[in-house]
């Protein structure tokens, strides 16, 4: 544990690394200290900033990871909401700085990676326990019975109402920290740290069950069952590792089927959001949304009708089609891919997939597990909600995404490494 906050590194890389570190470690909570830390980090970046220390800031691959910031900055021009596109652009402003940052910060990142992702998962480990002893202590002060920590009053957004966080942005954080440790576990060879490791997995695989977020799940499931066997063992482990796996898959399936609050929310909810019949319930169904989007997108499906779009005009199509509730509450899309269709058409839903494809052509080169999950997770949930229209969503794209990517690619970190030498 001490080689974590002791690292042996020039004074301004330890500064970088602790920046980083204390950035991880506030992911779960409100944006304000994510925002004052990146912005700390890229001012000590900027006043220890050396010529020998930059990297090729134009590249292609900056540009891949830019992307969809440029999509946006490109739409704003034919906007018919000028004002809210651009809300959009400084919210996404951290897609087009994070790669920036780690071009001119000379921190080795292929080197501090396992530290990173170690206390980021620590983080979220505790962060699960501390809401878990809130839900216990509000069931202890209203004399509820235990049984109700399952119940819709603690599930979901009201699991994490705490942090005040989304359920589905801190169930990635959540996801991306189990994978790490499971993946660590794995390739340990001491059986206390292997013990401890799994013990860690146990809460996040809890907290992330009690968050419900149906992509999220649907994801780990993928990414457990099929690829951390195929990128981390050989090919005898890989079948018992899958026979494990999936026996706990189904175990799961069945205590979910078993409690109520979860079935409803797995897959009572699954089924309602798939109809697109207008019901009685508090929110509309999420496909009869969709239907409503589609509409929208056909009107103008080539280049969209710009940035900052997207809710005034899903709001006119919802009082036509006496969506009332969602109209009143402005409900946007609930998908990434609808929502660029709707803001920059069939051209930023391209660039949307391509910047996805490039992200898995380069896990798949470099058998990088991490970056392969973060991408599963992003295209998964972006399927069912507007990841890079908030706050939480666009951090972890943008932050994550640079990170695993600068600290997967092998030619960059040997070039980082030549450059210090």
């Not at 391509?354 to 470099?366: D, K, P």
């Not at 972006?382 to 951090?395: C, R």
Request: aromatic letters at 14%; a positive charge.
């Amino acid at each position: 544990m001490k080689e974590l906050f002791q690292i042996k590194d020039s004074t301004a890389n330890r500064i970088s690394y602790y920046l980083i570190l204390l950035f991880l470690l506030s992911l779960p909570f409100d944006r304000f200290y994510s925002h004052l830390i990146i912005v700390c980090l890229f001012i000590h970046t900027l006043i220890h900033l050396r010529k020998s220390d930059i990297k090729p800031l134009f590249t292609l691959q900056n540009i891949t990871l830019q992307s969809i910031f440029l999509v946006t900055l490109i739409s704003i021009f034919y906007s018919i909401d000028k004002t809210h596109g651009y809300q959009e652009i400084g919210k996404q402003a951290f897609i087009l700085l994070m790669p920036i940052l780690f071009c001119l910060n000379p921190i080795d990142l292929k080197k501090y990676r396992n530290n990173f992702f170690l206390v980021f998962s620590i983080g979220c480990t505790l962060s699960v326990v501390y809401l878990y002893v809130q839900a216990l202590v509000t069931i202890n002060y209203y004399h509820l019975p235990l049984a109700a920590l399952f119940s819709p009053a603690f599930i979901n957004h009201n699991f994490s109402e705490p942090f005040g966080i989304h359920a589905t942005f801190f169930s990635m954080q959540l996801s991306l920290a189990l994978i790490y440790l499971l993946s660590v576990a794995l390739r340990s060879s001491n059986i206390k740290s292997t013990i401890s490791l799994l013990f860690c997995c146990c809460i996040l695989t809890a907290g992330i069950i009690q968050l419900s977020s149906k992509s999220v799940f649907v994801s780990l499931l993928l990414i457990i069952n099929f690829a951390i066997p195929y990128f981390i063992l050989n090919s005898k482990k890989r079948i018992l590792y899958i026979l494990i796996t999936l026996t706990f898959s189904v175990l799961l399936f069945v205590g979910i089927y078993k409690i109520d609050a979860l079935k409803t929310r797995y897959l009572t909810e699954f089924k309602s959001d798939l109809n697109s019949t207008i019901s009685q319930n508090l929110i509309e169904p999420r496909l009869a949304r969709w239907q409503v989007a589609r509409e929208v997108i056909l009107t103008k499906p080539i280049f969209g009708h710009g940035a900052g779009s997207e809710t005034q005009l899903l709001r006119a199509g919802y009082f036509e089609k006496k969506l009332y509730r969602s109209y009143l509450a402005s409900l946007n899309a609930h998908s990434e891919f609808l929502s660029l269709l709707i803001k920059a058409g069939i051209f930023g839903l391209l660039v949307y997939l391509i910047t996805l494809i490039y992200g898995f052509t380069i896990s798949i080169r470099n058998k990088d597990v991490l970056l392969f999950s973060f991408i599963v997770l992003v295209a998964l949930v972006s399927f069912s909600e507007n990841l890079l229209d908030v706050d939480k969503g666009i951090i972890f794209y943008s932050f994550f995404f640079s990170l695993l990517y600068f600290s997967s690619n092998h030619k960059h970190a040997k070039n980082r490494q030549n450059s210090s030498t």
